[in-house]
């Protein structure tokens, strides 16, 4: 069930990763690029980090996948941006597990629980951030969207609720609960980080 979910959230980051990018004029290659690095990004360059075999070499079906739904929202723009805040909600709920997921990983290599949290929004957000840079477009990282805060908070969460549970199923679910509850509802009420906690001025 879990390989289905994180196949899924691929999709989804390809998915949002090609609509974010549409006005910037790429063509289907470059759409298709773009979206592949959103959907994998941050789990490559984690396994970079980590010294791991990278996951979508080990399993070609992420680039499938990715590669699949990119090309599918360069030719259904439209149909996609009318759905635009149910795929919102979807990439929340993947950044979420994938986040989860790569800090289960790290720990599970038996290091420092602050580097599996680092680890775990790295592969959350990496792709986006990636994307971004060769798109020529503002970072998530330069916004007051409350996107990598919740992220960051369940991984902390999992790692507190794994010492005290010790089951990973337990306190997976609980951070997952938690951690994509917390961005539906930034996303529900358009909610952005306050602005004595940002540097902006609007």
């Not at 075999?53 to 990715?66: H, K, L, M, T």
């Not at 680092?118 to 996107?147: F, H, N, W």
Request: proline share 2%.
């Amino acid at each position: 069930m879990l390989y289905f979910q994180q196949m899924l959230g691929t999709a989804v980051f390809a998915i949002t990763g090609v609509l974010a990018i549409h006005k910037v004029g790429v063509d289907v290659f470059g759409a298709v690029v773009l979206g592949i690095i959103t959907a994998i990004g941050g789990g490559t360059i984690r396994d970079l980090l980590l010294d791991q075999p990278i996951f979508w070499i080990a399993d070609f079906n992420y680039i499938w996948v990715g590669g699949g739904a990119a090309l599918l929202a360069f030719f259904l723009t439209k149909r996609f941006q009318q759905r635009y805040r149910l795929l919102l909600y979807l990439d929340g709920f993947a950044a979420a597990l994938f986040g989860l997921v790569a800090t289960e990983k790290v720990l599970g290599l038996q290091l420092a629980a602050p580097f599996a949290v680092m680890m775990g929004v790295l592969t959350s957000i990496g792709g986006g951030i990636a994307r971004d840079v060769l798109a020529g477009r503002t970072s998530l990282l330069m916004s007051r969207e409350i996107y990598a805060t919740p992220i960051l908070l369940g991984c902390i969460l999992y790692v507190l609720l794994r010492d005290v549970f010790g089951s990973i199923q337990i306190a997976g679910w609980l951070a997952l609960i938690f951690t994509s509850s917390l961005r539906f509802l930034a996303i529900y009420k358009e909610l952005q980080m306050p602005a004595i906690l940002s540097t902006s001025q609007g």
